[in-house]
């Protein structure tokens, strides 16, 4: 990540307030692009969208099981996500419209896809991870800030949130019973999450028919 926030600030406090303006920087694309949507097409993709730092205590645990040294410059280097923002969307066609959207902005760089859609983890987990950079314009020079984005519909988004609730319960041993029911119900969001976007899409081309017919 060359010319990142690497050797570019000292503290965690410095660095803690470049994260913090990237996420503001990328909320604020995110609720214009959301507008725009609502000007043109009359709909609005995203439902909600959630942002985190990642806590120093977090971040050195996550070091750790890396096996590096707890410094500034391995926190920049090797966690990738200590800035995050997740987007709910309502419909799984309205994720990679968002993807594509934040792509196509000239300061944001895409470094990393991983796309959970196409390929849901074991556990049944979807949803669709970039890692992008932007620029931060501090007093004295440019930062460039490494920010992740989940993007998810607000169904994976509720199965997401009850299986993190339960590993952390069980320290990551969830036991097989419940791991196998968390999979058929990531099997059932996914069905659903296609009923609602066949639906979604049969009430929009009814409503341009109307319009039409006008």
């Given at each position: 990540?060359e010319n990142t926030v690497t050797n570019q600030v000292d503290t965690w406090n410095e660095l803690s307030?470049?994260?913090?303006?990237?996420?503001?920087?990328?909320?604020?694309?995110?609720?214009?692009?959301?507008?725009?949507?609502?000007?043109?097409?009359?709909?609005?993709?995203?439902?909600?969208?959630?942002?985190?730092?990642?806590?120093?205590?977090?971040?050195?645990?996550?070091?750790?099981?890396?096996?590096?040294?707890?410094?500034?410059?391995?926190?920049?280097?090797?966690?990738?996500?200590?800035?995050?923002?997740?987007?709910?969307?309502?419909?799984?066609?309205?994720?990679?419209?968002?993807?594509?959207?934040?792509?196509?902005?000239?300061?944001?760089?895409?470094?990393?896809?991983?796309?959970?859609?196409?390929?849901?983890?074991?556990?049944?987990?979807?949803?669709?991870?970039?890692?992008?950079?932007?620029?931060?314009?501090?007093?004295?020079?440019?930062?460039?800030?490494?920010?992740?984005?989940?993007?998810?519909?607000?169904?994976?988004?509720?199965?997401?949130?009850?299986?993190?609730?339960?590993?952390?319960?069980?320290?990551?041993?969830?036991?097989?019973?419940?791991?196998?029911?968390?999979?058929?119900?990531?099997?059932?969001?996914?069905?659903?999450?296609?009923?609602?976007?066949?639906?979604?899409?049969?009430?929009?081309?009814?409503?341009?028919?109307?319009?039409?017919?006008?």
């Open positions: 990540m307030l470049v994260y913090k303006s990237a996420l503001r920087e990328i909320n604020t694309k995110l609720e214009i692009l959301n507008e725009e949507f609502q000007v043109v097409h009359k709909y609005n993709p995203i439902e909600h969208i959630k942002s985190r730092i990642k806590t120093p205590e977090s971040i050195v645990k996550k070091l750790k099981r890396y096996g590096k040294e707890s410094t500034i410059e391995n926190m920049v280097k090797y966690v990738n996500d200590i800035a995050g923002i997740r987007v709910i969307c309502s419909f799984t066609n309205d994720i990679y419209r968002i993807a594509d959207m934040l792509s196509n902005q000239s300061d944001i760089r895409v470094l990393e896809v991983k796309d959970y859609l196409k390929n849901p983890k074991p556990s049944g987990y979807k949803s669709y991870h970039m890692i992008i950079t932007l620029p931060i314009f501090l007093s004295d020079r440019i930062v460039d800030a490494v920010v992740e984005i989940q993007i998810r519909t607000v169904a994976m988004d509720f199965w997401a949130s009850l299986e993190h609730k339960i590993n952390y319960k069980f320290e990551g041993n969830i036991p097989v019973g419940i791991r196998n029911e968390l999979v058929e119900c990531a099997h059932m969001v996914s069905s659903l999450d296609d009923k609602m976007l066949s639906l979604n899409e049969e009430v929009r081309k009814l409503e341009n028919e109307s319009e039409e017919s006008v």
